[in-house]
């Protein structure tokens, strides 16, 4: 599988995103990641629906939108309206995740299902034939800049050895701390979706570190 970008929004100059957007754009990178966050599941706050309802028109990067939120349910068909790609919940929030699975690809979404760095991978196994892709959380949710914990490497490889048993076609991205030198070690097990935030809004050219990356 070819490698995809995702940029993490949370590191971008939040009162110009849509000169943001056009710039991740630019850089050729085909994903935006959009973090989610309700000061509940983490204790901080960032944005929701109706950001991603204003940014949809301006913008033809696919939104790769990741929920931390303590009750997705409620909320999937208002990211189904506003426009996200691919949606993406927390395994640790609880409720009917098979259910809010099935309903995000109902409401014609692509499904992902998220790890924080404690939760065992094999928890989710059971619901792998419902994603499209599964988050393997790099850091502890909840801020952009933190450093990539190289232990969560093993989860990936794990995962992507259970899928290719079992033949299923899965994404595997990876979100926190990613870097040129840690997308190396994401890649080699197993990850081909790497999520990228202070990495790529912080650097000079953004075009050569995405390349970087890649
Ligand atoms: C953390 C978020 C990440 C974060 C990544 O809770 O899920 O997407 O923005 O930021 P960097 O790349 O700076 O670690
Ligand atoms: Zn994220």
Redesign the pocket.
Known sequence: MDVIISA????SDLARLSDELERTANAGVEWL?I?V?DGVF?D?ITYGNNVVKALRPISGLFFDT?L?VSDPTRLIPRFAEAGSDMLTIHAESGGDTAANLAEIRRLGMRAGLAVKPNTPTESIYRYLPLCDMVLI??????????S?RTECAEKVRALKERCDRDGIKMQIEV?????AETARIAKAAGANVL??????FRAQDMKIAADALR
């Open positions: 993490s929004m949370l590191a990641h973090d966050m983490v901080n990741h931390m959380m790099t850091v502890e949710p909840g801020y952009g800049g933190q990539f979100d926190g701390g990613i870097n999520v990228a935030g202070t990495y790529l």
